[in-house]
């Protein structure tokens, strides 16, 4: 029977030869990660279902990072850190990044890829929303709340109704001005936040295999925003090298039959799109950036899961060099080792922190930060009627702090072409 | 289970996502301090801009201050409920708050899934436009066994989805429940 890449990996994690659409199987769990927010909560569920006979099922299987609330005097944030600290003395676990020291990894979702741990054809289950991001790596990665969780801290076990896929094409050869973002705002514009509830999104065409692995993770991260249950990008030889030089784990690279089935197909000619932004207040209310230029901004901000990759940073060092910025603008590096590499990799003699220190931006350390709003003390959480371009991946009212903030989603040429001018800008007039 | 819930409904309108339901700054309190998880209560539904805060009129709060539980038992919402993040502190936030049950549109998926496996509300469906048909304040009764929404405050009834596979979930009072009954896990 002809399988999307979805249901072979699926299939494989139910121990069965094929699945179809709607049917409900229980899955073999690969990998479970969890961070400061739902930790906590989730291995309490844990003690209280299985009691004296709680048992991890698989130490090695686990995944910790403290990522949300690092950098914060709020007692209770930081006590949520000790609890993870505590239970993974407690347990001798293997794979917990403490907070303070040289283990720490900053947002969990890219130190989850710099570690190893998306290996092609597992399954990934995360107590976070964008654990979608790791199916950048061909595997099924999908988030889950604290009462999952702590199914699967017991028992390797979650339940899911098998989704149908959707296809996302992008022919042809991206322009420079157009990154990863522009690609996933253009969908989401297309087809609503709720227009994959449910469903698996499958990235294909030669535009997203020419993208690197940060730029792909870009796509996947914000499946979720469209209610996708996974994004997925079947690995190539550029996975399969990065997976190698990280993990010695065993791997199945899984390819979509040529004949299987789809809820639907979009394809996209790349070099036909524009740089385009989500307006106030949903990542799904889409505008090509010439339609909104011009509009004041009062913040930048260069962060998250979504938009706090090597990647990123490049991209926007391309338009900072050399000029400042007109706004508070804010880099947050997704991880610790984004944060080094900042330092090393170089642009004409000066390194990418360089760049964006002397243009102004002001340089966080790595964690999940404003993205989410955050306790009050977090650095670049928006205020009073703040109008914030980002490279987030929501803006639904109050999400990076003040309800009565706005905030525009973009590409990170985008925004630090609009961090320049003060005003939303196109890449286009910003780049030489 | 409770078959027959009575009620006040307080509407909502399409894209309620988990920072309107309880937004990211309250996430630190404890879920299982009987006295800190309070507070998940007192903050329910309070990132809900003032002017969308109980359709039709809006500016209805849905929790007065210095209380931790709402008046209002049923939540009306629209398309995709509960959008957003992973957090089961929204269902959560909801039940501490005494709401019973949620009817929707549609749902996010993994709201929907934390409502169900963790047994804190019965998220229920909807083909029917209720958000613009009921009022914030409206006594309403669900019946489990017919899935009938009556709006006892006109008379009016609608019908609602039957949930399908997760029934056995949603009965049994969340999945470490129907896990115990099913067989799967000991205790």
């Known amino acids: ?432 | 289970m409770q078959k027959i819930i009575n009620g006040k409904a307080y509407v909502l309108g399409d894209n309620i996502d988990t920072d309107q339901i309880i937004p990211a700054e309250h996430l630190v309190y404890s879920l299982s301090d009987p006295q800190e998880s309070k507070k998940y209560g007192q903050f329910a539904l309070s990132g809900v801009p003032r002017e969308r805060a109980g359709l039709p009129d809006g500016g209805v709060p849905f929790i007065t201050d210095g209380n931790y539980e709402s008046e209002y038992s049923i939540i009306i919402g629209g398309s995709n409920f509960g959008c957003g993040s992973s957090r089961e502190h929204a269902p959560f936030a909801l039940q501490k708050a005494g709401v019973k049950v949620v009817v929707a549109e549609s749902y996010a998926r993994i709201f929907y899934r934390n409502a169900v496996d963790g047994g804190f509300i019965v998220p229920l469906e909807t083909t029917e436009i209720l958000k613009t048909a009921l009022k914030t304040g409206d006594a309403i009764e669900i019946n489990l066994n017919t899935l009938k929404l009556t709006n006892q405050s006109d008379g009016q009834t609608y019908t609602l989805v039957h949930p399908g596979d997760v029934l056995p979930i949603i009965e049994a009072g969340g999945l470490f429940q129907y896990a115990r009954k099913a067989g799967m896990i000991e205790g």
């Open chain 1, 1 to 432: 029977m002809p399988m999307t890449i979805t249901e072979k990996i699926l299939a494989k994690a139910s121990g069965r030869d094929a699945v179809k659409p709607g049917e409900n199987i229980w899955l073999n769990v690969d990998t479970l990660m969890t961070h400061d927010v739902c930790g906590p909560p989730t291995i309490q569920i844990w003690k209280d279902e299985f009691g004296g006979q709680a048992k991890i099922w698989d130490k090695q299987k686990l995944v910790i990072f403290p990522d949300h609330y690092i950098f914060t005097n709020d007692p209770h944030a930081n006590r949520n850190v000790s609890i993870l600290r505590q239970f993974a003395q407690e347990h001798q676990l293997p794979n917990y990044y403490d907070v303070g020291g040289e283990r720490y990894k900053g947002v969990c979702h890219i130190a989850l890829a710099e570690e190893g741990f998306n290996r092609p054809g597992t399954v990934l289950i995360g107590t976070d929303s964008h654990t979608c991001t790791a199916g950048a790596f061909g595997l099924f990665a999908t988030g889950v709340g604290n009462t999952d969780a702590a199914f699967i801290l017991g028992t390797g076990k979650i339940w899911e109704k098998v989704p149908e896929s959707m296809k996302f094409i992008f022919e042809g050869e991206k322009p420079e001005y157009l990154t990863a973002k522009d690609f996933i705002l253009q969908i989401l514009g297309d087809i609503t936040t709720d227009g994959a509830t449910y469903r698996a999104m499958e990235f294909d065409g030669r535009a997203v295999y020419d993208l690197n692995i940060d730029e792909r993770m870009t796509l996947t991260n914000m499946a979720v925003e469209a209610g996708g249950m996974n994004g997925i990008i079947a690995a190539d030889a550029r996975t399969e090298a990065y997976i190698n030089e990280r993990s010695s784990q065993p791997y199945t690279v899984f390819k979509s039959d040529a004949d299987a089935g789809y809820h639907s197909v979009y394809e996209y000619k790349a070099s036909e799109l524009e740089p385009v932004v989500a307006q106030p207040h949903s990542p799904d209310n889409r505008a090509v950036v010439r339609k909104v230029q011009g509009r004041k901004i009062t913040k930048a901000y260069i962060g998250s899961c979504t938009g706090g990759k090597m990647a990123d940073f490049v991209a926007a060092a391309r338009i900072l060099k050399d000029r400042e910025v007109k706004v508070p603008t804010f880099v947050v590096p997704a991880s610790t080792a984004v944060a080094r590499q900042l330092k090393e990799d170089k642009v004409n003699g000066k390194t990418i922190h360089q760049i964006l220190s002397d243009a102004g931006c002001v340089i966080a350390p790595s964690s999940c930060a404003a993205c989410l709003g955050g306790p009050a003390d977090t650095i670049g959480r928006s205020v009073d009627k703040d109008v914030v371009i980002s490279t987030t991946n929501r803006n639904f009212p109050g999400r990076m702090g003040s309800k009565q903030a706005e905030v525009y989603l973009a590409s990170p040429l985008t925004v630090a072409a609009s961090a320049v001018n003060g005003v939303i800008t196109d890449p286009r007039d910003a780049m030489g």
